[in-house]
Protein backbone atom coordinates (compact mmCIF):
# COMPACT_ATOMS: atom_id res chain seq x y z
CA UNK A 1 0.00 0.00 0.00
CA UNK A 2 1.49 3.68 -0.78
CA UNK A 3 1.36 6.57 1.93
CA UNK A 4 -1.98 7.69 3.20
CA UNK A 5 -2.14 11.21 4.03
CA UNK A 6 -5.18 12.10 6.57
CA UNK A 7 -5.42 15.35 7.45
CA UNK A 8 -7.85 15.83 10.62
CA UNK A 9 -10.22 19.04 11.20
CA UNK A 10 -10.90 19.84 14.96
CA UNK A 11 -14.33 21.85 15.11
CA UNK A 12 -13.31 23.16 18.93
CA UNK A 13 -11.30 26.03 18.72
CA UNK A 14 -11.21 25.93 22.77
CA UNK A 15 -8.24 25.29 24.68
CA UNK A 16 -7.64 22.54 26.23
CA UNK A 17 -10.51 20.73 24.05
CA UNK A 18 -11.52 16.99 24.46
CA UNK A 19 -12.25 17.09 20.46
CA UNK A 20 -9.01 18.36 20.08
CA UNK A 21 -7.60 15.81 22.79
CA UNK A 22 -9.16 12.78 21.30
CA UNK A 23 -8.26 14.03 17.56
CA UNK A 24 -4.55 13.96 18.64
CA UNK A 25 -5.04 10.23 19.53
CA UNK A 26 -5.91 9.44 15.92
CA UNK A 27 -2.43 9.42 14.79
CA UNK A 28 -1.21 7.03 17.23
CA UNK A 29 -3.90 4.28 15.58
CA UNK A 30 -2.86 4.24 12.54
CA UNK A 31 -1.89 1.42 9.96
CA UNK A 32 1.81 1.24 8.95
CA UNK A 33 2.05 3.51 6.12
CA UNK A 34 -0.38 6.13 7.51
CA UNK A 35 0.38 9.47 8.48
CA UNK A 36 -2.05 12.36 9.88
CA UNK A 37 -1.46 15.80 10.54
CA UNK A 38 -3.99 18.16 12.42
CA UNK A 39 -5.45 21.76 10.48
CA UNK A 40 -5.14 24.12 13.15
CA UNK A 41 -6.16 27.23 11.41
CA UNK A 42 -9.68 27.18 11.01
CA UNK A 43 -10.18 30.63 12.70
CA UNK A 44 -8.19 32.71 10.49
CA UNK A 45 -10.90 32.09 7.94
CA UNK A 46 -13.45 34.99 6.90
CA UNK A 47 -17.03 33.71 6.98
CA UNK A 48 -17.55 32.16 3.38
CA UNK A 49 -18.95 35.21 1.17
CA UNK A 50 -19.25 34.32 -2.65
CA UNK A 51 -18.15 37.57 -3.07
CA UNK A 52 -14.53 36.90 -1.73
CA UNK A 53 -14.11 33.41 -3.17
CA UNK A 54 -12.68 34.47 -6.59
CA UNK A 55 -9.79 32.85 -8.66
CA UNK A 56 -7.82 34.78 -6.09
CA UNK A 57 -9.25 33.86 -2.43
CA UNK A 58 -8.33 35.21 0.57
CA UNK A 59 -4.80 33.64 1.81
CA UNK A 60 -6.38 31.60 4.53
CA UNK A 61 -8.77 29.98 2.43
CA UNK A 62 -6.29 29.17 -0.21
CA UNK A 63 -3.95 27.61 2.86
CA UNK A 64 -7.25 25.13 3.52
CA UNK A 65 -8.31 24.16 0.04
CA UNK A 66 -4.21 23.30 -0.50
CA UNK A 67 -4.15 21.45 2.98
CA UNK A 68 -7.47 19.22 1.79
CA UNK A 69 -6.12 18.48 -2.13
CA UNK A 70 -3.07 16.90 -0.36
CA UNK A 71 -4.85 14.66 1.64
CA UNK A 72 -6.00 11.72 0.65
CA UNK A 73 -8.23 11.12 3.71
CA UNK A 74 -9.88 13.40 6.24
CA UNK A 75 -11.07 12.75 9.86
CA UNK A 76 -13.26 15.63 11.40
CA UNK A 77 -14.06 16.03 14.82
CA UNK A 78 -17.00 17.94 16.14
CA UNK A 79 -18.57 19.16 19.23
CA UNK A 80 -22.11 19.68 19.34
CA UNK A 81 -23.27 23.17 19.97
CA UNK A 82 -27.05 23.93 20.39
CA UNK A 83 -27.98 20.47 19.02
CA UNK A 84 -25.30 20.75 15.49
CA UNK A 85 -21.74 21.60 14.48
CA UNK A 86 -20.42 24.29 15.09
CA UNK A 87 -19.91 27.63 13.15
CA UNK A 88 -16.31 27.70 12.64
CA UNK A 89 -16.41 23.88 11.31
CA UNK A 90 -19.56 24.53 9.21
CA UNK A 91 -17.35 27.68 8.13
CA UNK A 92 -14.69 25.85 6.89
CA UNK A 93 -16.52 22.72 5.26
CA UNK A 94 -18.74 26.13 3.43
CA UNK A 95 -15.05 27.13 1.95
CA UNK A 96 -13.64 23.83 0.96
CA UNK A 97 -16.73 22.87 -0.92
CA UNK A 98 -15.98 25.30 -3.68
CA UNK A 99 -15.93 25.48 -6.65
CA UNK A 100 -18.78 22.95 -6.98
CA UNK A 101 -17.79 20.23 -8.67
CA UNK A 102 -14.41 20.71 -8.24
CA UNK A 103 -13.13 21.25 -4.26
CA UNK A 104 -11.25 19.42 -2.71
CA UNK A 105 -13.68 17.78 -0.87
CA UNK A 106 -14.94 16.26 -3.99
CA UNK A 107 -14.74 12.20 -3.64
CA UNK A 108 -12.68 12.66 -0.45
CA UNK A 109 -13.37 9.76 2.35
CA UNK A 110 -14.32 11.24 5.71
CA UNK A 111 -14.34 9.35 8.89
CA UNK A 112 -16.59 11.65 11.51
CA UNK A 113 -16.15 11.59 14.98
CA UNK A 114 -17.96 13.49 17.31
CA UNK A 115 -17.84 14.11 21.36
CA UNK A 116 -19.99 15.57 24.20
CA UNK A 117 -19.68 15.44 27.74
CA UNK A 118 -23.81 14.09 28.06
CA UNK A 119 -24.04 10.43 26.88
CA UNK A 120 -25.18 11.19 23.44
CA UNK A 121 -22.23 11.44 22.30
CA UNK A 122 -23.11 14.85 20.00
CA UNK A 123 -25.40 12.57 18.16
CA UNK A 124 -27.43 15.41 16.30
CA UNK A 125 -23.58 16.97 15.57
CA UNK A 126 -22.17 14.06 13.76
CA UNK A 127 -25.55 13.42 11.71
CA UNK A 128 -25.27 16.76 10.39
CA UNK A 129 -22.00 16.91 10.02
CA UNK A 130 -22.53 13.71 8.03
CA UNK A 131 -25.37 15.31 6.18
CA UNK A 132 -22.74 18.31 5.30
CA UNK A 133 -20.00 16.32 3.75
CA UNK A 134 -22.34 14.69 1.38
CA UNK A 135 -23.89 17.85 0.20
CA UNK A 136 -20.52 19.10 -0.23
CA UNK A 137 -19.32 16.32 -2.34
CA UNK A 138 -16.94 14.17 0.15
CA UNK A 139 -17.99 10.75 1.29
CA UNK A 140 -17.87 9.82 4.68
CA UNK A 141 -17.91 6.34 6.11
CA UNK A 142 -21.21 4.80 7.00
CA UNK A 143 -20.12 4.15 10.31
CA UNK A 144 -18.99 7.00 12.56
CA UNK A 145 -17.67 7.56 16.36
CA UNK A 146 -20.08 9.71 18.76
CA UNK A 147 -17.82 9.29 22.34
CA UNK A 148 -20.37 10.59 25.17
CA UNK A 149 -19.12 11.26 28.39
CA UNK A 150 -15.54 12.09 26.83
CA UNK A 151 -13.90 13.98 29.63
CA UNK A 152 -14.56 10.20 30.90
CA UNK A 153 -12.78 8.68 28.16
CA UNK A 154 -10.01 10.89 28.17
CA UNK A 155 -7.56 11.82 31.55
CA UNK A 156 -5.13 13.93 31.13
CA UNK A 157 -4.99 14.38 26.97
CA UNK A 158 -4.82 10.59 26.84
CA UNK A 159 -7.64 7.72 26.00
CA UNK A 160 -8.47 5.73 28.62
CA UNK A 161 -11.50 4.26 27.73
CA UNK A 162 -10.80 0.81 26.16
CA UNK A 163 -14.49 0.94 23.94
CA UNK A 164 -13.75 4.20 22.19
CA UNK A 165 -10.25 3.09 21.71
CA UNK A 166 -11.29 0.17 20.19
CA UNK A 167 -14.02 1.88 18.37
CA UNK A 168 -11.65 4.80 16.98
CA UNK A 169 -9.29 2.54 15.92
CA UNK A 170 -11.81 0.20 14.15
CA UNK A 171 -12.78 3.96 12.24
CA UNK A 172 -10.00 4.91 11.00
CA UNK A 173 -8.96 1.46 9.99
CA UNK A 174 -11.84 1.51 7.68
CA UNK A 175 -11.13 5.08 6.30
CA UNK A 176 -7.51 4.51 5.57
CA UNK A 177 -8.91 0.68 3.90
CA UNK A 178 -11.16 2.87 2.58
CA UNK A 179 -8.68 5.43 0.86
CA UNK A 180 -7.00 2.40 -0.88
CA UNK A 181 -9.69 1.20 -2.83
CA UNK A 182 -10.27 4.72 -3.80
CA UNK A 183 -7.08 5.16 -4.70
CA UNK A 184 -7.07 1.93 -6.92
CA UNK A 185 -9.86 2.95 -8.38
Known amino acids: MTSVNILTLVGSLRSGSLTAALAAT ?10 ATTYDALAELPHYDADLDTDAPPASVARLREALTRADALVVATPEYN ?8 NALDWASRPRGASPLDGKPVAVVSVSPSPRGAQWAREDLVKVLRVAG ?8 GVGSV ?12 EVEAALRSLVDALVATTGRFAAA
Do not use: F, N, Q, W
Open 26 to 35: VPSMLPSGAT
Open 83 to 90: GSIPGVLK
Open 138 to 145: ARPLDDSV
Open 151 to 162: GEALAGGRLVDD
